[in-house]
């Protein structure tokens, strides 16, 4: 075994999980709040790496055009909410599946019928275009740079909903929504403000990572598959739960995938399936299986 | 302080509630209480706003509520004890009452520190995830929740059911404590005695309608109405847990 590749994969997994952590969060949160399971994660995803090439286009620079992109998707989200999810709130969980299923096809219809269905790279910034060398090899410094960055805002949302009186309407409504309702907490509005929010993370992480992944219409739905894999391994609706699964998921396809490509997301399900039937409810679920 | 008048509630095709009138007057202990099934719960929930009412009206000091959603009936100084308790079992005995206290926006919220005051064995548990607590702590922590809105009315729903008779004088006693403090209550109890050792006024509630209202006397004076209506309640009273 080359001890070199190995070491690639497993900081490209790393890197990508970091990544994945952003995504999962947001639907996790969403999940936990509303039962809301967001079929469109992946494609606001995409909508961020978007939202970047068109502020870029306005003459600002890579680290503004991060900021503001997702920024310009967050009210779009909020609109989708009120629009989409929130007339169907007291349904069972599969409507609003459906529904935000159906908004992914529109999102990316609209995606391809506006930037066509090729793939746009974006220059990786100025001061992080080299390599470092890790153990002897070298490794794109961007790619540590984003992770480290993602690790820094998920651990900002981590220490949000542990700290803040916010997230602890957050944390009372993941409990019991209902209840949280009957002692003041407006959860209707609070859904909307999470899924704008959620949806800004993970708008950030497709900015983030277009440097690395590149952008095109369908970019979300490779993440969106690990973010659910992440969220239903660390328990439905678990934070910390799914900050592991994130990892777990995304060395699992690194470093599987590393040595026999086609199978990688293959090995995974059978992965998440073994460790399913041992723990249904996740590997720290706390029952939020339905 | 609080006026039902003909509310009724379905649960989908279900006709649950038939016209329920009552009254809770302020500083008082209304208690309703009836056989298993025949509405209690589903009053309270109505006047909560967890269940919508089909038809009547509910008055909350002086304005119209029925139809609000239930966060707007806890800014406007409702609180509610569900029967199955319902703590935040991942928060912590203080963050139950601290997000309580925040949530209704009310300006006479209760610190955490004031609102343990009526329950002091909960004071040592304050930084205790609320889902190890025992049942009757839960209870405790439950009622303590209600009370950190400071609300002006809170509706209890048999807050001693499967609690040892220690439990059972505590909650007692911070039922008289919470009335002593100023606010109203709305009690179900299936433990007869109890309801009768606190009670100002009583409703006695049967399919979905209320059939008796008065004092403890005229509802002492009238043991057959507590023999059909109220029967289920002996039997109750035996099945203890700790
Ligand atoms: N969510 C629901 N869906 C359908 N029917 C319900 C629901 N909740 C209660 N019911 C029915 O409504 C009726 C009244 O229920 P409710 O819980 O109000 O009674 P209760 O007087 O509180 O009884 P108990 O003493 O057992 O607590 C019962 O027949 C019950 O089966
Ligand atoms: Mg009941």
Not at chain 1, 203 to 219: K, Q, R, Y
Request: glycine letters at 12%.
């Amino acid at each position: 075994m080359d001890i070199n590749f190995l070491l690639a994969n497993t900081l490209n997994g790393v890197v990508y999980g970091a990544f994945l952590l952003l995504t999962s969060l947001g639907l996790s949160l969403v999940f936990g709040l509303g039962r809301v399971v967001n079929f469109a994660h992946g494609a606001l995803y995409a909508l961020g790496g978007y939202a970047l090439i068109v502020v870029m286009q306005q003459s600002a620079g890579y680290w503004l055009a991060l900021v503001l992109g997702p920024l310009l998707v967050v009210p779009l989200a909020i609109a989708i909410e009120r629009a989409a999810i929130h007339p169907l709130r007291s349904r069972p969980e599969i409507y609003t599946l459906l529904v935000t299923f159906g908004i992914t096809f529109m999102i990316i219809g609209a995606l391809e019928y506006i930037w066509g269905t090729g793939t746009t790279l974006v220059e990786v910034p100025s001061p992080f275009a080299g390599t470092v060398t890790i153990l002897g090899n070298p490794y794109p410094v961007y790619r540590l740079v984003a992770a480290g960055l993602s690790l820094l805002v998920s651990a900002t949302v981590f220490a949000f909903i542990q700290f803040s009186a916010i997230g602890l309407q957050i944390r009372a409504v993941t409990d019991d929504a209902g209840m949280a309702e009957a002692i003041g907490v407006n959860t209707k509005w609070l859904l909307t403000a999470v899924f704008g929010a959620a949806a800004g993370l993970a708008a950030f992480a497709g900015a983030l990572g277009a440097p690395i992944f590149a952008i095109h219409p369908d970019m979300g739905s490779g993440i969106l598959i690990d973010s659910f894999l992440a969220v239903i391994l660390g328990g439905l609706g678990n934070l910390p739960g799914t900050a592991v699964g994130a990892l777990f998921v995304a060395l699992t396809k690194s470093i599987g995938g590393g040595y026999v490509a086609e199978w990688s997301l293959a090995i995974l399900f059978v992965v998440v399936a073994i460790a399913l039937i041992f723990r249904p409810t996740g590997l720290f679920g706390r029952g939020r299986v339905a | 302080m609080l006026t039902l008048t003909d509310v009724q509630a379905h649960y989908g095709s279900a006709h649950v509630l038939h016209g329920v009138s009552l009254e809770v007057q302020a500083g008082q202990i209304a208690c309703l209480i009836g056989r298993n099934g025949v509405g209690k719960s589903t009053t309270l929930k109505t006047i909560m706003g967890v269940v919508s009412p089909s038809a009547g009206s509910i008055i909350f000091r002086g304005q119209r509520i029925d139809g609000l959603a239930p966060h707007l009936m806890a800014a406007r100084g409702l609180a509610w004890v569900p029967e199955d308790r319902r703590v935040f079992a991942s928060l912590t005995v203080e963050e139950n009452i601290r997000v309580a206290a925040k949530a209704a926006r009310r300006s006479g919220a209760r610190r955490a520190a004031d609102v343990l005051s009526f329950f002091p064995a909960l004071v040592p548990k304050a930084k205790e995830r609320a889902g190890s607590l025992s049942g009757g702590q839960q209870q405790m922590l439950a009622i303590a929740r209600a009370l950190a809105s400071q609300p002006d009315l809170i509706m209890l729903d048999e807050p001693t059911e499967g609690l040892s008779p220690i439990i059972v004088e505590t909650i007692r006693a911070g039922i008289l404590d919470i009335r002593q403090r100023g606010a109203s209550i709305l009690l179900v109890e299936q433990n007869f005695k109890l309801a009768l050792s606190v009670g100002d006024m009583f409703y006695v509630l049967s399919r979905g309608a209320v059939v008796f209202r008065g004092t403890r006397s005229e509802l002492l004076a009238a043991p057959e109405l507590i023999h059909e209506h109220l029967g289920v309640a002996k039997a109750r009273q035996s099945r203890v847990s700790a």
